[in-house]
């Protein structure tokens, strides 16, 4: 089975801490994913990548930057954390070609910004 | 992508079926029908997609109305851990794919 590994379950963070999030995915799928969850506004995009190195802003980019520098790992950074960036993470992968919006989701990071 | 229409919450009786309906009236020819569903405290995991053809699985059926302006996700016989938020998602199966967007969907309980 897919395995989308997040780094942390729950994290605490101060007001202007940077933060990184860190997802692993152990299936060699090309394409990563980084969403937010919210009460009452459902999943929305951050950031996404199709290959190594490469990313492009999802629907609300703003306030977070990514890293992919290797194909397995993608990771979410936060330069200075802020109390409205307290949510839900969420990494997932898939694979281009048939299925490709066949997500795998991790199980998400809890995170509390005080 | 289509927009798509579910009840906010349904429940079902352990072991029955429990049938969820998704509403996609403004959906394109080559959009397909994906449904997700979400357990409590862990990420979506993906159950089945179609695009106009009845679909079937491991986890569920998909039905498809023939003109595609609604759907059925049927879970045979559910049980306890079926208790979840389901998501029907419309989309066109883009080059690489993956950009999702998840509405609100539908919260089904399962009940002893």
């Known amino acids: 089975d897919v395995k989308v590994t997040q780094s942390s379950r729950y994290l605490v963070k101060r007001t202007g801490e940077k933060v990184f999030l860190e997802c692993v995915q152990d299936?060699?799928?090309?394409?990563m994913f980084w969403y937010r969850q919210d009460p009452g506004l459902g999943l929305r995009l951050i950031y996404f990548s199709y290959d190594v190195k490469m990313k492009e802003k999802g629907d609300i980019p703003e306030g977070y930057s990514v890293s992919r520098e290797k194909k397995e790992r993608f990771s979410l950074i936060l330069e200075s954390a802020s109390t409205n960036q307290t949510s839900m993470y969420l990494c997932?992968?898939?694979?281009?070609?048939?299925?490709?919006?066949?997500?795998?989701f991790g199980s998400g990071t809890q995170l509390s910004v005080l | 992508d289509a927009k798509t229409t579910q009840p906010t919450s349904m429940d079902c009786a352990e072991g029955r079926a429990a049938n969820l309906p998704c509403n996609h009236s403004t959906i394109s020819g080559n959009e397909y029908v994906y449904w997700y569903r979400q357990i409590h405290s862990q990420g979506p995991q993906y159950i089945i997609h179609g695009l106009k053809n009845n679909e079937t699985n491991e986890m569920a059926s998909l039905i498809i109305t023939e003109d595609r302006k609604s759907s059925t996700l049927i879970l045979p016989h559910a049980t306890l851990r079926d208790t979840a938020v389901y998501y029907c998602?419309?989309?066109?199966?883009?080059?690489?794919?993956?950009?999702?967007?998840f509405g609100q969907g539908t919260e089904l309980s399962v009940k002893p």
């Open positions: 997932a992968s898939s694979s281009p070609g048939k299925g490709r919006e066949k997500l795998f």
């Open positions: 299936m060699d799928h090309e394409n």
């Open positions: 998602i419309v989309r066109v199966e883009g080059n690489q794919g993956g950009k999702l967007i």
